[in-house]
């Protein structure tokens, strides 16, 4: 489609060439500003199933398209398979000029007789913050 209308384009006044490549970089940032971060959708159930059954229910996304719908890039990350990554410290550089995020850090906690540590803090943590995200 680009090589059709750079033909065109030729023929055309060079006043009329820079209205019609304002538009083909507009439609070009449109589509890469429309991926939004999607919350995967918690199923509430009682009585509260075990770690295991949760586990093996669960639908995981792959990490690139997590990734995508964060603006992180492919190549910013470290893939460990199709679900884990690492993002690389490259990233600081690109995004040194955007304001920061909210940072929560859980540390030194005391695991109780049931295993409830430090991810199991997070994860909880993390999803009830998710269930009030707007869809």
Do not use: C
């Amino acid at each position: 489609m680009a090589t059709k209308s750079t033909r065109k384009t030729k023929a055309v006044k060079k006043s009329e060439m820079k209205v019609i490549k304002k538009k083909v970089v507009i439609k070009k940032v449109a589509k890469k500003s429309t991926s939004k971060f999607v919350a995967t959708k918690l199923k509430l159930r009682r009585p509260v199933p075990s770690d295991i059954e949760i586990a093996q229910e669960a639908k995981i996304k792959p990490i690139l398209r997590v990734a995508r719908e964060l603006g992180i890039r492919e190549n910013e990350l470290e893939l460990y398979g199709p679900y884990k990554a690492k993002v690389k410290l490259e990233i600081l550089e690109r995004l040194k000029n955007k304001p920061n995020g909210k940072y929560i850090d859980v540390t030194a906690i005391t695991p109780t007789p049931l295993g409830e540590g430090k991810t199991t803090t997070t994860v909880g943590l993390s999803q009830a913050l998710g269930a009030h995200l707007e869809p």
